[in-house]
């Protein structure tokens, strides 16, 4: 854990309001070494592009086509870390999300403990060298 | 030709996708059982692995061998698919993310019920993306040589049965066509030196623009090789002059690292013990000269700092942990005294200590005189 303010781990979320259940568990759960942004699906390439970030939490319950955000973020900044969260995971959109480059997908929790392992996991995880996989035949 | 592996315990269902993947043009190894599996993966030259989760009972959902086969070590390099009649989140999960060390366990995940057209997109994906190998790099020898992969394989893999010997030669071209992946055509030149699981040779690249890159190629068994760019990169100094590391490719069992040697001419280039044993006087003085005032004065010199006014007895006592805990005087005069009741039953020899030398008288000998180690504490 980083006490430095200055340099504390940068996170952008993605679909989700600012004072959503979740973004308060989230930012709660990192607030010691963490701090996070919110932004709407609309704003997300300009954010990345603006600024490094950490890490990206797109929240598939609120954006259009998670996996498609995926590769947008990937094509503006290569080698950015990006992860996808939902609240009812299913085995077809963790495929897509993981092919199209996210360096993982997890359910949503709103255990500070639990979520803040987690962010931690995948904060050291190395984000895919390989494009994002096409559409399927 | 491309060649797959397709485990499964169903043998209708390997039946039927051999002969799709076949007439795709793939050559098809099929494996019913993990150890099946696992003994294919570790003797077969293989670029892409299709692995059924469930390889021991479709009906136990606990059974996830085919998981556990793609995540094994061993096999990282080569690119795996996974295969289940039973999808789930988990099980995604556990095979395409998380990536600890940029590989995930597998590179795309299919039901089986997607059909085989599905399959061969995943196929082609794995090869085009993850192995990525240059399947149109033409490959010369020098004729002086006589090498050609299978020699090589045998120098690396000696005792082989031919069977598998005919693998690693294949994996060997395999580990070729990985490092020269932006080359249009390579020479190998002669072989420069053999030992201790590696050779060297010689290597001209061209680019497909056809400018050449002359390189120094090492490749052997993976942990010969691991030990070696390990040793490079903790110790070589960072002159310009001197060889560099340019790339590095892995299979299975090999591993192979590309110098380059800016000043040196690769065609004429020789190792140093052959010079030595060859040479005459006014060719090998030269080069000992120059490896010792400048190569290795420069590998000595990197990290290290030179401190003026240091004590090199007191480096001494630091290095060999003498500096805080040394002995005590009475506990070191007690030692000697030991080793000199010891030494008295060895022979005719008299000896004395006062504290400040010791005294040896040998039979019709003249004395030695020595210090005292007591006198030193």
Redesign the interface.
């Known amino acids: 854990v980083n006490e430095d303010p200055a340099a504390k781990a940068t996170l952008l979320l993605l679909g989700e309001q600012p004072q959503s259940a979740w973004a308060c568990a989230l930012r709660e759960a990192v607030a010691e070494w963490g701090v996070v942004d919110v932004a709407t699906e609309g704003e997300a390439t300009a954010a990345v592009a603006r600024r490094g970030y950490d890490l990206v939490l797109v929240d598939a319950g609120g954006v259009w086509d998670a996996a498609a955000l995926v590769r947008a973020l990937r094509a503006e900044r290569p080698g950015i870390r990006v992860a996808v969260v939902t609240a009812s ?4 959109r ?2 897509e999300a ?2 199209a480059g ?5 359910r949503k929790s709103l255990d500070r403990t639990a979520l803040r392992a987690i962010i931690e ?2 904060l ?8 994002p ?2 559409d ?2 | 030709m491309k060649s797959i592996l397709l485990a499964d315990n169903e043998p209708d269902f390997l039946a039927v996708r051999v002969q799709f993947l076949e007439r795709a043009g793939y050559r098809v190894y099929t494996a019913g059982s993990p150890a099946e599996a696992q003994r294919l993966l570790s003797d077969l030259r293989l670029h892409v692995a299709i692995l059924d989760i469930r390889l021991v009972d479709d009906d136990d959902d606990k059974d996830t061998s085919g998981l556990t086969l793609a995540k094994d070590p061993a096999y990282r390099l080569v690119p795996k698919i996974i295969l289940t009649q039973h ?3 988990d ?3 556990e095979a ?7 590989l ?1 366990p597998a590179v ?2 299919l039901e089986k019920k997607e059909g085989v ?2 399959m061969l ?1 995943a196929i082609e ?1 794995a090869l085009a ?2 192995l990525r190998l240059n399947w149109d790099l033409a490959v010369h020898w020098d004729p002086q040589g006589r090498l050609g992969f299978l020699a090589l394989a045998n120098a690396l893999s000696d005792g082989l049965p031919t069977e598998l010997l005919v693998q690693r030669a294949g994996e060997l071209e395999d580990l070729f066509r990985k490092l020269f992946y932006e080359a249009r055509q390579i020479r190998i030149g002669r072989l420069l030196w053999h030992g201790g699981g590696r050779l060297c040779m010689p290597v001209w690249a061209q680019s497909p623009q056809g400018a050449t890159d002359q390189r120094l190629l090492v490749c052997g068994t993976r942990d010969a090789l691991t030990e070696e760019t390990t040793r490079l990169r903790r110790l070589a100094p960072s002159t310009q002059s001197g060889v560099r590391l340019e790339s590095t490719a892995e299979t299975v069992h090999f591993s192979a690292v590309v110098y380059s040697l800016p000043d040196a001419d690769l065609e004429t280039v020789q190792p140093l013990r052959d010079l030595f044993l060859g040479g005459s006087e006014r060719r090998v003085r030269p080069a000992f000269a120059h490896l010792v005032q400048e190569v290795l004065r420069a590998w000595h010199q990197h990290g290290r700092t030179v401190a003026e006014g240091g004590d090199l007895i007191a480096l001494y006592r630091q290095r060999a942990g003498l500096a805080e805990r040394g002995l005590p005087r009475a506990e070191v005069e007690r030692r000697v005294q030991v080793l000199l009741q010891a030494a008295r039953c060895l022979g005719p020899v008299e000896m004395e200590g006062d504290g400040a030398q010791l005294t040896f008288r040998f039979p019709q000998e003249s004395r030695l005189v020595c210090p005292d180690p007591v006198a030193t504490v």
């Open positions: 995971p299913t085995w077809k963790a495929r993981l092919e996210s360096v993982d997908y997890f996991s995948v050291a995880l190395v984000p895919p060298l390989w494009p996989k096409g399927r035949p | 999808p789930t989140f099980a995604v999960r395409l993310g998380p990536v600890l060390d940029g995930p795309a995940f057209e599905e997109h994906w993306h993850h």
